[in-house]
């Protein structure tokens, strides 16, 4: 076969990886910053702002995983295992903050547990998937298509930072959500946090670019050598654009510019990590092809694919539509 | 702490009980999202409020329901990676992309509209919310095929061939699909999930009937419930049959646990009532036997030869005890809400089924028994696939991750701890939900007459009837 399925297949699951990553990004956001919005009206706002599309986004992650499953087999049969203990501890989070949405309202006695499972649940989840990416950042051996690393080597300086990173990196993206989607005294306040957010980021981002090169010899030729180092000039350039326009944003009070900079600031840092990664789907081990399912699995999963993710992106987007424009405090069905 | 216990063993443990939980969820939802369908179309054609205020209840609780299920679910779809990585990278190549069409043509779908139809009544009109309903619905049911495409696939394995690596490569997707016990399943577990969803909404109703607080919206959905027994429970037990002779086709070995069937029987095999299996002897303590009942029903024939679990290499039988128990736990659950649709059925020709209190009793009792019949046909039918994961090519010993007992045990208590007491949460706040049907309107909003025949004139209501929200 001429088409290089693979190839292809590595595209689609890197769009449905960020897809995820800033779509539940800013819900997850949104969770983590409960602590900093005691009031009950504004956190009703806040989880109503999100309560109609958060299941949608976290799809995305079910299409991650499933997706991984059915096109990259050994990839999924292998990174799985590798990082047991954070994928657990994701998977626990995402059922607190999930449930929380439904849970909070039926109750006034425990409606501060199931804030506080929204907001433990989102930061559990949030730094878990910082973890694993970390992890797997910094390479996961792979022998006679098993694992054969150490149970904890998922735990180390570098994968907390990559947790923090996303803690703090989904917190802006909430931020700037809510400055998009609120109003009052709410948006002043979520516009502040973001300012700090934006600083805490772009330090994050900092330390993990000039940390990561390091972890492996082929990211340091990847950035260093020529001629892929020219993409060392592009992409921080291109950061340091999405951050003035963030800031400016915040600063000259813009309801979208924020969260649309933001977004760009998660698309370049994920970009960077593809460049890194590339050809590897599961550094240094495997390559997008060594993990690779058969073309016969790969083409028939493809055309649906083809076909229905615009249909998807359609409703999808219709429902955003539905649901566009500033939340308001007197509606919701709860 | 662990090290006591076996890694595959606890692996099991984890994946049986984190599925149980999650199966009672997509049972009661792919139920609900249909009748939720229904009222609504029935609001729209008939312009009766009282079907939008059952909509307004039910939506609720699905949303509660849905919830979990999305949740319960996510867990599963890393599991196969987490803790069964051999069987994923083997068994990925053909049943990843069915789960990768599950998700791409029904998941989104339901999320997608999920939104509008809790949310969005106000924002998109009526026509454009029941299409945002029906939407949800039909997902439901595209999740089910696809997924018990890929269980059948498990249990009646076909359409492919084995590569180098030791992975199934699929040869024709069709086959794959459509395998031999796809549609049985299919069919067996869509009516299982109306019942079940009919036995809750029924048991429901029944309550609210006996407590006569709000009689025309409580005999509004106890009646279309019992009618779905009435219809569903027979053709439930014919497709239960067929589905059961499929089985013994394709993997007799969980047939023969089923029955209870150590033994071959040359000349009619006995059907087993009840007894209690006894494995280290192979036979069944205190059978209580019909004689040559067991042939005339999977043969057609009394006398036709059946064999037994003599006739296979002993590492290859399923766990006779558990499969043998809970077919019958299915069983029973299963003529009793045919008896239930059978007595409902007389009560409607006598204009008692508003009022007969001992049938609301009963159906309030069999209220949570769907759930109970779903759990136990599952444990049959995986169960009785042991010791394959799939079905005569991979055994289950051989899927395992190569995690340690420490790890997959402190997952195991952190799952058994989380969902206790999230999902505990939940099955409470329902429960209180269904118990909080709002009074009835008063007569004179009404948009018309009560249609429904045989329904008791309530009691006088009183005015500003607190109505939740």
Not at chain 1, 20 to 37: A, C, N, R
Not at chain 1, 38 to 58: F, I, L, Q
Not at chain 2, 384 to 403: F, K, W
Not at chain 2, 404 to 417: K, M, N, Q
Request: charged share 10%.
């Amino acid at each position: 076969m001429d088409i290089d399925l693979p190839l292809i297949w590595a595209a689609l699951i890197a769009f449905a990886v960020l897809a995820y990553v800033v779509l539940d990004g800013f819900d997850l956001g949104v969770g983590i910053l409960f602590p900093l919005f005691p009031e009950k009206h504004d956190r009703d706002v806040m989880m109503n702002s999100v309560a109609p599309v958060w299941d949608g986004n976290e799809t995305w992650l079910v299409l991650g995983g499933g997706g991984l499953m059915a096109v990259f087999p050994l990839a999924y049969a292998t990174v799985l295992p590798a990082l047991y203990a954070p994928i657990i501890a994701m998977l626990l989070g995402l059922i607190f903050r999930g449930v929380a949405f439904e849970y909070r309202w039926r109750t006034r006695r425990g409606e501060f547990l199931w804030n506080w499972a929204f907001a433990g649940g989102s930061m559990l989840a949030a730094f878990s998937q910082g973890l694993a990416l970390g992890a797997l950042v910094q390479g996961i051996p792979i022998a006679n298509r098993t694992y054969v690393g150490g149970w904890w080597d998922w735990l180390t300086p570098f994968s907390i930072v990559t947790g923090l990173a996303i803690v703090v990196g989904y917190a802006l993206l909430g931020a700037t959500w809510l400055v998009m989607k609120t109003r009052g005294p709410l948006a002043e306040h979520a516009r502040s946090i973001a300012l700090r957010c934006s600083f805490a980021t772009i330090a994050a981002m900092g330390i993990v670019s000039l940390w990561t090169p390091f972890l492996e010899p082929v990211y340091l030729e990847r950035w260093f050598g020529w001629p892929t180092a020219i993409f060392s000039v592009i992409v921080p350039l291109l950061v340091l654009g999405c951050l003035y326009l963030l800031l400016k944003g915040i600063r000259d009070r813009h309801d979208t510019q924020p969260f649309i900079a933001s977004l760009g600031l998660f698309l370049l840092g994920y970009i960077g990590i593809g460049i890194s990664f590339y050809p590897y789907i599961i550094p240094p081990s495997l390559t997008i092809w060594d993990a690779a399912a058969p073309d016969d699995s790969l083409a028939f999963l493809l055309v649906g694919a083809l076909v229905l993710v615009p249909i998807i992106l359609a409703y999808t987007g219709y429902a955003y539509w539905v649901f566009r424009g500033k939340v308001d405090p007197e509606e919701g069905y709860h | 702490m662990f090290e006591a216990f076996d890694a595959i063993l606890l692996a099991r443990i984890q994946f049986a009980f984190t599925v149980s939980f999650h199966i009672i969820f997509p049972a009661f939802s792919i139920g609900l999202a249909s009748y939720l369908a229904v009222l609504e179309a029935l609001w729209l054609w008939k312009k009766d409020v009282v079907y939008l205020e059952l909509f307004n209840f039910w939506k609720t609780i699905f949303a509660v329901a849905f919830g979990m299920g999305v949740v319960s679910g996510i867990v599963m779809s890393y599991q196969f990676g987490t803790n069964w990585s051999v069987f994923s990278d083997k068994a990925g190549p053909v049943i990843g992309p069915l789960m990768g069409y599950e998700v791409l043509t029904a998941f989104f779908l339901e999320a997608g509209f999920l939104g509008v139809m809790l949310f969005g009544l106000n924002r998109v009109g009526p026509k454009l919310h029941f299409l945002a309903t029906a939407m949800v619905a039909f997902g439901t049911l595209i999740s089910a095929t696809w997924i018990l495409a890929v269980n059948s696939w498990m249990q009646t394995p076909a359409g492919f061939s084995m590569n180098e690596a030791g992975q199934f490569v699929p040869d024709d997707w069709w086959a794959v699909i459509f395998n031999p016990s796809f549609p049985y399943r299919l069919v067996h577990m869509v009516l299982a999930a109306y019942l079940t969803t009919a036995f809750v909404v029924g048991g429901c109703g029944a309550f609210h009937l006996l407590r006569k607080t709000a009689p025309r919206r409580a005999y509004t959905m106890f009646s279309m419930a019992m009618w779905m027994a009435a219809i569903v429970a027979p053709i439930q037990i014919f497709a239960g049959d067929q589905h059961g002779l499929n089985t013994l086709e394709h993997q007799p070995a969980k047939v023969m646990a089923m029955e209870g069937h150590y033994e071959s029987h040359p000349d009619g095999a006995p059907l087993i009532l009840f007894g209690i299996p006894n494995a280290a002897e192979k036979r069944v303590d205190y059978a209580i036997e019909i004689p040559k009942l067991s042939s005339l029903i999977l043969k057609h024939d009394l006398n036709a030869p059946l064999a037994g679990l003599d006739t296979i290499p002993e590492e290859l039988h399923p766990p006779v005890g558990i499969v043998f128990w809970s077919f019958r736990v299915m069983l029973v659950i299963g003529f009793s809400m045919l008896g239930i649709g059978v007595w409902s059925l007389w009560c409607r020709y006598r204009g008692t089924l508003g009022t007969n209190a001992w049938l609301h009793r009963t159906v309030v009792l069999m209220g949570p028994a769907g759930f109970l019949a779903v759990l136990a046909g599952w444990v049959t039918t995986e169960v009785g696939r042991q010791p394959y994961t799939v079905y005569g090519h991979l055994l289950t010993a051989e899927s395992i991750s190569p995690i340690g007992a420490p790890a997959v045990g402190a997952s195991l208590i952190a799952f058994i701890i989380v969902y206790f007491f999230v999902f505990g949460a939940g099955t409470f706040y329902i429960l209180r939900l269904m118990a909080r049907l709002p009074r009835d309107a008063m007569p004179e909003l009404d948009e018309g007459p009560i249609r429904t025949a045989g329904v008791m004139p309530g009691p006088a209501q009183p005015h500003g009837a607190h109505h939740g929200h």
